[in-house]
């Protein structure tokens, strides 16, 4: 890793809005495999917060 340009990081599900939206939205359906076509639009303000490390605590 000293000799490459490569960081590791870890960002914790809690933080991660969109991560920690979609395993909520996920546990909630009746259906073993989804596919999402689009991002839901209930998403987008996570994207948008996550991309700018905003961080918001959810219960």
């Known amino acids: 890793m000293d000799r490459t340009n490569i960081t590791i990081g870890n960002t914790y599900r ?20 989804v596919f999402l076509m689009e991002m839901p639009i209930a998403m987008r303000e996570f994207v948008i917060r996550d991309s700018l490390y905003i961080r918001q605590v959810l219960d």
């Open 14 to 33: 809690t933080a991660n809005q969109c991560a920690n939206y979609l395993a909520r939205w996920g546990a909630e359906q009746v259906v073993n495999l």
